[in-house]
Nanobody, 117 residues
Framework: QVQLVESGGGLVQAGGSLTLSCAAS????????MGWYRQGPGKQRELVAS???????IYGDSVKGRFTISRDNVKNTVYLQMNSLKPEDTAVYYC???????????WGQGTQVTVSS
């Protein structure tokens, strides 16, 4: 129904920046919610950021002031601009799509972000 493809992960040194992209295809609605989760080594998956159709945003406490989420409805793509990266940000980052009418979630395959000290 919905396919999500992440890109932009890689290796970066502490204090650097990186931008992730997630392209959505299939049964897409501009009124649904998109976001990013991450899962570090030995840790639980956590919300990084989400953005609604009205561009209301939610950020996890650990990334507030450093990360910015945005969406392009023409391209059906969500972005995550990550600044001032810390080693603690090292994780697999997963794109998430929430279909509001059915409360159904879809997930991308994940992209690795590694921040060196």
């Amino acid at each position: 129904q919905v396919q999500l493809v992440e890109s932009g992960g890689g290796l970066v040194q502490a204090g650097g920046s990186l931008t992730l992209s997630c392209a959505a295809s299939g049964s897409i609605s501009r009124f649904d919610v998109m976001g990013w989760y991450r899962q570090g080594p030995g840790k639980q998956r956590e919300l990084v950021a989400s953005i609604s159709s009205s561009v209301n945003t939610i950020y996890g406490d650990s990334v507030k002031g450093r990360f910015t989420i945005s969406r392009d409805n023409v391209k059906n793509t969500v972005y995550l601009q990550m600044n001032s990266l810390k080693p603690e940000d090292t994780a697999v980052y997963y794109c998430n799509y929430l279909r509001k009418v059915t409360n159904t979630q879809f997930w991308g395959q994940g992209t690795q972000v590694t921040v060196s000290s």
